[in-house]
């Protein structure tokens, strides 16, 4: 991916968080799907998960459903799948999926797979784990 696209992509990311740091998730999806994320490089991953969150948001619970199967096809595949930000990620997503049926992720999820400390702070920004029993101490 060439510079410009990579930087007019970091800018649509960038204003999706925006929306979603103001709960306008309606503008985050919008803004998300207007990164080109068919490019090479692009951390699609991230795109799924953002989006699974953002779909279950606004009750769009099959939707979301896809988007995480997206996700975690491609966390399958990557090579080191069962590093700590992978591992991280999966439970990410596990957790949207118990949000949607109503579930306290602090109970219902089982978080022994996950160090917080092996998981760099980008990731634990962008999809917080806070049903983790350390994550005040992260």
């Not at 103001?22 to 985050?28: M, P, T």
């Not at 068919?38 to 606004?58: H, N, Q, V």
């Not at 949000?99 to 920004?125: F, Q």
Request: proline share 3%.
């Amino acid at each position: 991916m060439c510079f410009v696209s990579r930087f007019r992509n970091a800018l649509k990311w960038n204003s999706a968080l925006d929306f979603v740091a103001q709960s306008d998730f309606e503008q985050a999806l919008i803004a998300l799907h207007k990164i080109d994320s068919s490019k090479p490089g692009y951390p699609r991953i991230d795109f799924f998960l953002l989006e699974a969150y953002l779909k279950s948001k606004k009750g769009r619970m099959e939707e979301a459903k896809l988007s995480i199967a997206a996700a975690l096809q491609l966390l399958d595949k990557i090579q080191g799948s069962q590093s700590a930000s992978a591992m991280y990620k999966r439970k990410y997503a596990e957790c949207i999926v118990a949000r949607m049926h109503g579930l306290d992720t602090s109970t219902s999820i089982d978080y022994s797979e996950v160090h917080l400390e092996s998981v760099d702070s980008r990731t634990k920004n962008l999809f917080p784990l806070r049903g983790h029993p350390n994550w005040s101490t992260k």
